[in-house]
């Protein structure tokens, strides 16, 4: 039976995939895209039976895809933290970790799933995926030191980075290629150690990023929202993600979006919640119909320039 892999293109999605790879490593047909693109198990064959793992990706969103492959007779092991809808399947054949708690992530999950056999690299996925405090925890009961905490830190923070664009061609790496980097090594502290081309490119990368995305101008602030504003351009549509998530670590007691121009007209959001209040992102995303995530950070795909300064007063309200 073939074996396909379905996985977000960001930092938990890749980490939890080399982390379920290198325990058990077969050959797969791998299924990914930009961090937005969640509808990926619709690419999959309903003509036959087959084996599929699906990681970091909403089942609300892939409902009715994986209900098609379980009546075509396939095995669906399903791992996520987004919120699944209102039930599961109830299926022989479906297999599911889902866990929503703002405190855990996919990669997190994998690892308990595999009893910590590779737990730095879920280490690096939860730093990746803004869970600094749970992630630096975990980095001291592993006994890492300061200055290894802070590289699988950044290890995560630029995965998560490159899978952020409108298209793949915005990105540095795809995210499959990406992996095939990455899984090569059992722990990330190699990887880092080895320092292979692809790491200095992603890191540079981020950096020169996060560097215009810090410059960037202030939408709107007050004392609950802090909103900014990038261009349609590729380095703005890579830097939104990682720059919603400096932006609430720099400020803890706001909830924090970055709105990103599109070329079509309207507007891409990142959201993310308080980190003192790690809660609320999804619903506020799921007001506008382009809209999803989980309950710290989420987004929307399609805002219509019309409907910016509903999002503005809604996101200034909803924490207040």
Not at 153 to 161: A, S
Request: hydrophobic share 40%; proline share 5%; with cysteine.
């Amino acid at each position: 039976m073939q074996i396909y892999d379905v996985f977000n293109g960001d930092a938990d999605g890749i980490c939890a995939l080399i982390q379920l790879r290198l325990a058990d490593p077969v050959e797969s047909t791998l299924v990914t895209g930009v961090k937005r693109d969640i509808a990926l198990v619709k690419q999959l064959p309903v003509s036959r039976p087959i084996r599929v793992n699906v990681l970091d990706v909403s089942l609300e969103k892939n409902r009715k895809e994986v209900d098609a492959l379980l009546a075509a007779g396939s095995e669906v092991f399903y791992v996520d933290h987004h919120f699944p809808g209102e039930k599961l399947p109830d299926h022989p054949h479906f297999t599911a970790m889902i866990d929503t708690r703002p405190t855990t992530c996919t990669s997190l999950l994998i690892d308990q799933y595999l009893r910590g056999r590779f737990h730095n690299w879920a280490i690096a996925a939860a730093f990746g995926d803004n869970l600094i405090s749970v992630a630096a925890d975990l980095a001291a009961k592993a006994s890492l030191s300061e200055k290894q905490s802070e590289s699988l830190k950044m290890l995560g923070v630029c995965i998560n980075y490159n899978g952020y664009g409108a298209t793949v061609e915005d990105l540095h790496f795809h995210p499959a290629d990406l992996y095939h980097e990455f899984v090569k090594y059992e722990d990330p502290l190699d990887l880092i150690a080895a320092a292979p081309s692809a790491w200095q490119k992603l890191r540079d990368g981020y950096e020169a990023d996060m560097e215009s995305g810090l410059a960037a101008p202030v939408l709107t602030e007050n004392e609950s929202s802090l909103v900014v504003k990038l261009p349609d351009e590729p380095w703005a549509r890579r830097v939104s993600g990682v720059l919603g998530n400096e932006l609430a670590n720099r400020n803890p007691d706001k909830a924090c979006a970055i709105v990103t121009e599109k070329a079509d007209g309207g507007y891409l959001v990142s959201i993310r919640a308080p980190l003192n209040n790690r809660s609320g992102a999804d619903d506020l995303a799921r007001r506008f119909p382009t809209g999803g995530g989980r309950k710290a950070a989420a987004g929307i795909n399609d805002l219509p320039e019309s409907q910016l300064d509903e999002f503005l007063d809604a996101i200034a309200e909803f924490w207040s």
